[in-house]
């Protein structure tokens, strides 16, 4: 068990490895499945030293959903600011907001920071040193408060759910 | 039959929407005011650009080849890793640059931190030239719009 804890640290990453190569060579060859796993097992080991410890998912139904309201959230996000710059006469209010964190786990800031740039008018343009707070630039804003408790309500409450952290 | 005129018309639909996205966050470019607002054009326009593109040809190649196209799927992965990535970097490299932004923006430099604008000014390359811009038209858009 430790022997393959040691030599397999991170065995989703690796599946997803795997799955990528074969996704990528686009054959299941045996010795594609070869090769894939082989590259599966040295590239986590290689970047080992760069990883955080991983936080557990704890509800992979609640990713999923999560994930879901994120897509939608994109095409929101491209039809609002495809609007915003194709109509000529509406005027762009853009403005920074600090963000305070609830979030620890500095990957679950991470794919928040990922998030909110990928969704509605909002770029995400700094994590402050202590990580408490987070700088981010929204193209369109009238009311700052209201934007913030769409994040916590959307984005960052399922997160910490995810991760119970 | 129906069924090829209609997966035709999806696949159509999709090219034709994913051009016009990707069309319009590159005119966000041009039209937005200031380096972070222009920031909000690539990071989202593009990326469901590409979507759509890349839907149309996984249908495409699945319907016309019979067999499952899947690997249009690694690029969306990529890129929705990558590209918000970019554009925190770009953000950042702005903010550290001190760029200048439109005056209408809310929340303002005293409020931002040493760390997160950087203790001196960053050298800057020299000034690009544009292609349309003459020194009028750049005179006026500065005491316009911009600080």
């Known amino acids: 068990m430790t022997r393959l804890k040691r030599y397999l640290p991170t065995p989703v990453l690796s599946l997803v490895l795997l799955v990528v190569w074969l996704l990528m060579v686009r054959s299941l060859a045996f010795g594609h499945i070869l090769l894939g796993s082989f590259l599966a097992v040295t590239i986590p080991l290689l970047t080992q030293g760069f990883w955080e410890p991983l936080p557990r998912v704890k509800h992979p139904i609640k990713l999923a959903r999560f994930v879901l309201v994120v897509l939608w959230d994109i095409i929101v996000a491209n039809l609002q600011v495809s609007r915003l710059i194709l109509s000529p006469s509406r005027e762009a209010h853009p403005g920074f907001i600090e963000y305070p964190l609830a979030l620890k786990d500095r990957l679950a800031i991470t794919l928040l920071a990922n998030t909110i740039t990928m969704t509605p008018g909002t770029v995400s343009t700094n994590i402050r040193l202590d990580s408490s707070s987070l700088l981010i630039h929204a193209l369109d804003m009238d009311d700052e408060q209201a934007l913030i408790r769409e994040i916590q309500e959307r984005y960052e409450r399922p997160l910490k759910e995810i991760f119970e952290c | ?147």
């Open chain 2, 1 to 147: 039959m129906t069924f090829y005129v209609i997966t035709e018309g999806i696949i159509a639909f999709l090219l034709v929407a994913g051009g016009l996205f990707a069309f319009t966050g590159s005119l966000g470019m041009l039209k937005l005011k200031d380096f972070f607002m222009r920031l909000h054009g690539p990071t989202k326009g593009t990326t469901l650009g590409i979507g759509c593109v890349l839907i149309a040809s996984m249908l495409y190649f699945t319907v016309t080849q019979r067999e499952f196209h899947v690997q249009e799927l690694l690029i969306t992965l990529f890129l929705f890793i990558t590209a918000p990535v970019t554009g925190h970097m770009l953000a950042k490299t702005g903010l550290h640059m001190h760029l200048r932004f439109y005056t209408g923006t809310r929340g303002s430099l005293p409020e931002f931190r040493d760390e997160d604008v950087g203790q001196s000014r960053v050298a800057r390359p020299a000034r690009a030239h544009h292609p349309w811009r003459t020194k009028a038209k750049r005179s006026r858009l500065k005491r316009r719009e911009i600080v």
